[in-house]
């Protein structure tokens, strides 16, 4: 869970926008967090495939900021 705000140390994933398997680009909007505050896109970090998502869309699971939510391959 990448931290969205100063004061965020958790948050929830609203929705995945892309699923197993999807190409990703750097800087896509791959998934909507809620904070405490907001829900906003969260954009991937990096380019690849999504292989694996670890934490399932469901706004009543708090993930802590640092926590791996997903993995991307990146095809090397």
């Known amino acids: 869970m990448p ?13 995945w926008l892309v ?5 990703v ?3 896509q909007a791959i998934a909507e967090i809620e904070t405490d505050k907001v829900v ?13 998502i670890v934490y399932e869309a469901d706004e009543d699971v708090e993930i802590e900021v640092g926590e791996v939510i997903g993995y991307l391959e990146d095809g090397i």
């Open 3 to 15: 931290k969205l705000g100063y004061d965020m140390t958790s948050g929830s994933i609203v929705s």
């Open 19 to 23: 699923s197993v398997g999807d190409g």
């Open 25 to 27: 680009s750097r800087g």
């Open 40 to 52: 906003i896109e969260m954009e991937s970090f990096g380019a690849g495939t999504l292989i694996e």
